[in-house]
């Protein structure tokens, strides 16, 4: 069955909600970014999308601190999550970015789907590991990219998927919510099978839009 093409390069950002309630209108399909603070999730949604600039980067870790909406469609949006567990802010506003995270990932009944974003050089940190274990609860399909791929050698590259593989096996030993591949923003390794990963979390809500 063909799946229909999502057309990424129509995103426009919408709105940053500061919490839950601030969000958008909770109907047709979001799928979301999230991962650690220095995990590259911005640069993913530029490259994804094609628009430059579209969420905002930095060099200094943290800089997304509410949830950011981003259009393709009035009924499809991609949402960059604010970063865990590097950040240097204090240890209150962690709480509090902890916690608004996670009313929204509990609470948004949109979200068909989640992007988590590690940096291949330092795979399943605590966090991360925890937000596969969460997920699985929820039975939330969950897709890892191992960002900044460039940074390392193919052969390095794949021997760390496959450990990394092994990894979400266990959690998942059907195959049924988590899939992973190698990733790098700045190269576009994975671009395409990103996207395609996506149209399918888009097609698969499309009837009950």
């Not at 839950?20 to 603070?37: M, N, Q, T, W, Y």
């Not at 899939?179 to 009950?208: C, M, P």
Request: hydrophobic share 40%; with cysteine.
């Amino acid at each position: 069955m063909h799946t229909p093409v999502t057309n990424y390069s129509a995103a426009t950002f919408s709105i940053s909600a500061p919490s839950l309630k601030h969000c958008p209108p909770d109907s047709g399909a979001e799928i979301a970014f999230v991962g650690r603070s220095n995990a590259g999730k911005s640069s993913a949604i530029n490259t994804l999308t094609g628009v430059r600039g579209l969420a905002r980067t930095s060099k200094t870790p943290g800089r997304t601190q509410q949830i950011n909406f981003f259009t393709i469609e009035p009924l499809k949006k991609l949402v960059d999550l604010p970063g865990y567990g590097f950040a240097k802010v204090s240890k209150a506003k962690k709480r509090k970015w902890d916690h608004h995270l996670m009313e929204y990932l509990e609470l948004r009944k949109c979200l068909v789907g989640l992007v988590l974003l590690i940096d291949i050089r330092h795979i399943f940190l605590d966090y991360d590991k925890q937000m596969l274990i969460w997920a699985k609860s929820i039975s939330l399909p969950v897709h890892i990219l191992l960002t900044k791929s460039d940074k390392l050698s193919r052969m390095k590259c794949k021997e760390i998927q496959i450990k990394a593989e092994q990894h979400i096996r266990l959690l998942d030993p059907e195959s049924l919510l988590f899939s992973l591949q190698v990733f790098s923003a700045r190269k576009k390794i994975g671009l395409e099978q990103l996207k395609r990963t996506l149209n399918i979390w888009f097609d698969n809500l499309s009837v009950d839009i």
